[in-house]
Protein backbone atom coordinates (compact mmCIF):
# COMPACT_ATOMS: atom_id res chain seq x y z
CA UNK A 1 0.00 0.00 0.00
CA UNK A 2 2.33 2.32 -0.90
CA UNK A 3 0.00 4.79 -2.37
CA UNK A 4 -1.55 5.21 0.95
CA UNK A 5 -0.44 8.90 1.37
CA UNK A 6 0.21 11.66 -0.82
CA UNK A 7 1.40 15.01 -0.26
CA UNK A 8 0.99 17.95 -2.69
CA UNK A 9 4.05 21.07 -3.03
CA UNK A 10 2.55 23.45 -1.19
CA UNK A 11 2.03 25.72 -4.04
CA UNK A 12 0.20 23.18 -5.57
CA UNK A 13 -2.27 22.46 -3.25
CA UNK A 14 -2.77 26.68 -3.02
CA UNK A 15 -3.60 26.67 -6.08
CA UNK A 16 -5.86 24.14 -6.29
CA UNK A 17 -7.67 25.02 -3.61
CA UNK A 18 -7.82 28.44 -5.04
CA UNK A 19 -8.52 27.03 -8.83
CA UNK A 20 -11.51 24.21 -7.28
CA UNK A 21 -13.90 27.35 -6.24
CA UNK A 22 -14.74 27.93 -9.29
CA UNK A 23 -17.63 25.16 -9.38
CA UNK A 24 -19.18 26.15 -6.83
CA UNK A 25 -19.14 29.77 -7.50
CA UNK A 26 -20.56 28.96 -11.03
CA UNK A 27 -23.11 27.03 -9.67
CA UNK A 28 -24.80 29.53 -6.98
CA UNK A 29 -26.96 32.31 -7.94
CA UNK A 30 -25.13 35.79 -7.82
CA UNK A 31 -24.78 37.22 -4.24
CA UNK A 32 -23.68 40.47 -2.48
CA UNK A 33 -19.23 40.48 -2.96
CA UNK A 34 -18.37 39.59 0.74
CA UNK A 35 -14.70 40.27 1.79
CA UNK A 36 -12.58 37.52 1.08
CA UNK A 37 -10.30 38.10 3.92
CA UNK A 38 -10.14 39.41 7.42
CA UNK A 39 -9.38 42.84 6.95
CA UNK A 40 -5.49 43.87 7.47
CA UNK A 41 -4.02 47.05 9.75
CA UNK A 42 -3.83 49.75 7.68
CA UNK A 43 -0.02 49.59 6.50
CA UNK A 44 1.89 52.51 5.69
CA UNK A 45 2.97 52.96 1.80
CA UNK A 46 6.79 52.50 2.61
CA UNK A 47 5.80 49.19 4.37
CA UNK A 48 3.55 48.53 1.59
CA UNK A 49 6.64 49.44 -0.90
CA UNK A 50 9.05 47.08 0.84
CA UNK A 51 6.52 44.12 0.97
CA UNK A 52 5.86 44.45 -2.67
CA UNK A 53 9.65 44.91 -3.38
CA UNK A 54 10.03 41.33 -1.62
CA UNK A 55 7.40 39.63 -3.32
CA UNK A 56 9.12 40.72 -7.01
CA UNK A 57 12.84 39.86 -5.84
CA UNK A 58 10.80 36.26 -4.59
CA UNK A 59 9.05 36.21 -8.08
CA UNK A 60 5.76 35.56 -6.09
CA UNK A 61 3.92 36.64 -9.33
CA UNK A 62 4.73 32.96 -10.75
CA UNK A 63 2.45 31.44 -8.37
CA UNK A 64 -0.33 32.86 -9.55
CA UNK A 65 0.49 34.62 -13.00
CA UNK A 66 -2.09 31.48 -14.40
CA UNK A 67 -4.38 32.23 -11.61
CA UNK A 68 -7.05 34.14 -14.52
CA UNK A 69 -7.09 31.75 -17.02
CA UNK A 70 -6.92 29.01 -14.32
CA UNK A 71 -10.21 30.16 -12.80
CA UNK A 72 -11.79 30.44 -16.36
CA UNK A 73 -11.15 27.21 -17.68
CA UNK A 74 -12.37 25.35 -14.57
CA UNK A 75 -15.27 27.97 -14.64
CA UNK A 76 -15.86 26.73 -18.52
CA UNK A 77 -15.88 23.18 -17.39
CA UNK A 78 -18.04 23.10 -14.88
CA UNK A 79 -20.86 25.60 -16.79
CA UNK A 80 -20.17 22.80 -19.57
CA UNK A 81 -20.65 20.33 -17.44
CA UNK A 82 -24.17 21.80 -16.46
CA UNK A 83 -25.13 23.20 -19.76
CA UNK A 84 -24.19 20.45 -22.32
CA UNK A 85 -26.01 22.48 -25.18
CA UNK A 86 -23.64 25.34 -24.66
CA UNK A 87 -20.22 23.71 -24.81
CA UNK A 88 -19.68 25.50 -28.34
CA UNK A 89 -20.58 28.79 -27.30
CA UNK A 90 -19.14 28.29 -23.73
CA UNK A 91 -15.84 27.44 -25.60
CA UNK A 92 -15.70 30.95 -27.66
CA UNK A 93 -17.01 32.70 -24.78
CA UNK A 94 -13.91 31.38 -22.60
CA UNK A 95 -11.23 33.56 -24.50
CA UNK A 96 -13.46 36.93 -23.90
CA UNK A 97 -13.91 36.28 -20.32
CA UNK A 98 -10.38 35.57 -19.71
CA UNK A 99 -8.96 38.51 -22.06
CA UNK A 100 -11.60 40.80 -20.42
CA UNK A 101 -10.25 39.52 -16.59
CA UNK A 102 -6.76 39.88 -17.96
CA UNK A 103 -4.62 41.57 -15.15
CA UNK A 104 -7.39 40.53 -12.19
CA UNK A 105 -4.30 38.02 -11.03
CA UNK A 106 -2.49 41.39 -9.98
CA UNK A 107 -5.14 41.92 -6.87
CA UNK A 108 -3.58 38.50 -5.47
CA UNK A 109 -0.01 40.57 -5.56
CA UNK A 110 -1.60 43.25 -3.46
CA UNK A 111 -2.96 41.03 -1.38
CA UNK A 112 0.20 39.72 -0.37
CA UNK A 113 2.07 42.96 0.02
CA UNK A 114 -0.79 43.86 1.95
CA UNK A 115 -0.48 40.65 4.39
CA UNK A 116 3.36 40.68 4.55
CA UNK A 117 3.13 44.66 5.46
CA UNK A 118 0.72 43.93 8.40
CA UNK A 119 2.75 40.70 9.28
CA UNK A 120 6.28 42.57 9.20
CA UNK A 121 6.92 46.00 10.80
CA UNK A 122 8.42 48.62 8.06
CA UNK A 123 11.86 48.01 9.50
CA UNK A 124 11.28 44.16 9.30
CA UNK A 125 10.76 44.31 5.73
CA UNK A 126 13.12 46.99 4.68
CA UNK A 127 15.93 44.28 6.15
CA UNK A 128 14.05 41.29 4.54
CA UNK A 129 14.78 43.69 1.17
CA UNK A 130 18.67 44.25 2.30
CA UNK A 131 18.32 40.15 3.30
CA UNK A 132 17.18 39.03 -0.21
CA UNK A 133 19.57 41.50 -2.09
CA UNK A 134 22.34 40.07 -0.41
CA UNK A 135 24.53 37.23 -1.71
CA UNK A 136 22.81 34.94 1.50
CA UNK A 137 19.62 36.20 0.40
CA UNK A 138 19.89 36.09 -3.57
CA UNK A 139 21.34 31.84 -2.73
CA UNK A 140 18.17 31.52 -0.64
CA UNK A 141 15.72 33.15 -3.39
CA UNK A 142 17.56 30.37 -6.37
CA UNK A 143 17.99 27.45 -4.12
CA UNK A 144 15.23 27.31 -1.74
CA UNK A 145 12.63 25.80 -4.63
CA UNK A 146 14.66 23.04 -5.00
CA UNK A 147 15.01 22.67 -1.37
CA UNK A 148 11.31 22.70 -1.10
CA UNK A 149 11.03 20.31 -3.74
CA UNK A 150 13.38 17.89 -2.39
CA UNK A 151 12.04 18.45 0.90
CA UNK A 152 8.72 17.42 -0.47
CA UNK A 153 10.17 14.48 -2.92
CA UNK A 154 11.76 13.24 0.81
CA UNK A 155 8.13 13.61 2.53
CA UNK A 156 6.46 11.64 0.23
CA UNK A 157 9.04 8.83 0.39
CA UNK A 158 8.76 8.76 4.37
CA UNK A 159 5.22 8.72 3.86
CA UNK A 160 5.02 5.88 1.66
CA UNK A 161 7.71 4.05 3.75
CA UNK A 162 5.90 4.76 6.87
CA UNK A 163 2.46 3.90 5.63
CA UNK A 164 3.88 0.19 4.70
CA UNK A 165 5.49 0.13 8.16
CA UNK A 166 1.50 1.38 9.66
CA UNK A 167 0.14 -1.55 7.38
CA UNK A 168 2.28 -3.77 9.02
CA UNK A 169 2.06 -3.05 12.51
CA UNK A 170 -1.86 -3.20 11.96
CA UNK A 171 -1.34 -6.53 10.30
CA UNK A 172 0.43 -8.22 13.07
CA UNK A 173 -1.84 -7.17 15.56
CA UNK A 174 -4.85 -8.28 13.74
CA UNK A 175 -2.72 -11.57 13.55
CA UNK A 176 -2.30 -11.66 17.33
CA UNK A 177 -6.31 -11.68 17.10
CA UNK A 178 -6.31 -14.41 14.92
CA UNK A 179 -7.40 -12.43 11.97
CA UNK A 180 -5.41 -11.79 8.48
CA UNK A 181 -5.97 -8.53 6.87
Given at each position: ???????????????????????????QPAQPKAAAAPAQ???????????????????????????????????????????????????????????????????????????????????????????????????LIEAEPRAIGLSM????????????????????????????I
Amino acid sequence: MKNVLKFLPAATLAAGLALSAAPAVAQQPAQPKAAAAPAQPKASPAAIAAAREILQIKNATAMYAGAVPGVVEKTKIALIQQNLNYQKDLNEVAPIVAQQLNGRQNEIGEGMAQIYASEFTEQELKDLVTFYKSPLGKKLIEAEPRAIGLSMAFMNSWAQNFADTVMGAFRAEMRKRGKEI
